[in-house]
């Protein structure tokens, strides 16, 4: 995109979505999951009557989508500051 000349703004708004995106769909299956093996504890091993919960999902999605943005920000931010000419020539 920085070659296409996407300024530094666009290019941080691109990755924020991405990775809140991938940090939402990893923290929503990381919900169900967990939810998973709850029911399956509760039924196979303790016995007891299982009551699903939104707070697992929606504290997944915060979560995931948070941490996910904040690692990959954190990670990415020396490709934002690297002139498009650079990376170019290192192909």
């Known amino acids: 995109m920085?070659?296409?000349?996407?300024v530094r703004r666009q290019l941080w708004r691109a990755q924020l979505a991405e990775l809140s995106a991938i940090g939402s769909i990893a923290g929503l299956l990381a919900?169900?999951?967990?939810?998973?093996?709850?029911?399956l504890l509760a039924h196979q091993v303790l016995h007891f009557e299982y009551h699903l919960s939104v707070w697992p999902f929606a504290a997944g999605i915060v979560l995931g989508a948070a941490c996910a943005?904040?690692?990959?920000l954190l990670a990415l931010r020396r490709v934002i500051a690297t002139p498009p000419w650079v990376v170019l020539r290192e192909v």
């Open 31 to 39: 919900g169900l999951g967990a939810s998973a093996i709850g029911w």
């Open 2 to 6: 920085r070659a296409f000349g996407a």
């Open 69 to 72: 943005t904040a690692g990959g």
